[in-house]
């Protein structure tokens, strides 16, 4: 990887703690892979997909729920963004989600 002189480090995966990232304008950063909350559905699971859905303007984020409470598999219109049991994903944008 690239980056200034002295600002780099190699570590070890096993010392590497997730942390959550506030952007400056205090909002928090979800970033795939994310365990989250789907208030619509009252319901958590995991980012498993962010960015543009078919002709849907803006970001989406796909979601794999842990219960069946989903619209999909991860699939719209034929096009697989992730993959997941049947009803168990779901796309929403982040206000959705915590």
Request: with cysteine.
């Amino acid at each position: 990887f690239k980056c200034k002189q002295n600002k780099g480090i190699f570590v070890y995966k096993s010392k590497i703690h997730k942390r959550i990232n506030i952007i400056d304008s205090g909002v928090v950063r979800v970033t795939v892979n994310d365990l989250v909350k789907v208030n619509k559905f009252d319901c958590n699971g995991k980012v498993r997909f962010i960015g543009s859905v078919n002709d849907r303007k803006g970001v989406w984020y796909g979601i794999e729920l842990n219960d069946a409470k989903g619209k999909n598999n991860g699939t719209i219109q034929d096009r697989v963004y992730f993959k997941c049991d049947d009803n168990h994903g779901i796309f929403v944008r982040k206000a959705s989600i915590t």
